[in-house]
């Protein structure tokens, strides 16, 4: 007998983690923040479109699954990037031009247990 949820699909997820600083201490209007994760999470799905993660979760449109987290600051979201890189997880570091201001970062969609222990310190985006 197979275990439970054997054979099942692994659910994708694409996190996308923005600096609640900018709307917080910063007082960025909520739709320009909002704007930078659009861009972010656009940006790491053209970049790995023949990813076949990705094209997985586009062929799930009506079900996909978006995780928003914060990162309290630039040193946060530029450190979180930097390990990002150095275990080889495939992400976009949005940097807002012309200010060259790094506001957010978006994974291309991975399984959830993949990277979700990479993702725990940081919390719901609010």
């Known amino acids: 007998m197979a275990a439970p949820g054997a054979g099942a699909p692994t659910r994708l997820v694409q996190y996308v983690v923005v600096r609640s600083d900018l709307v917080h201490k910063l007082s960025w209007p909520l739709g320009a ?23 997985r979760y586009l062929e799930e449109l009506d ?12 040193a946060a979201l530029s450190g979180l990037s930097d ?23 978006a994974l291309k969609p991975y399984p959830k247990e993949t990277v979700q222990p990479l993702m725990k310190k940081f919390k719901l985006f609010k």
Do not use: F, R
Not at 63 to 74: N, Q
């Open 33 to 55: 923040v909002i704007t930078q994760a659009c861009h972010a999470a656009t940006a790491a799905i053209h970049l790995h479109y023949g990813d076949p993660d990705t094209q």
């Open 63 to 74: 079900s996909m699954h978006k995780v928003v987290l914060g990162a309290p600051d630039e």
């Open 83 to 105: 390990a990002l890189t150095q275990v080889g997880v495939s992400h976009k570091l949005w940097i807002e031009q012309p200010e060259n201001i790094p506001t957010c970062l």
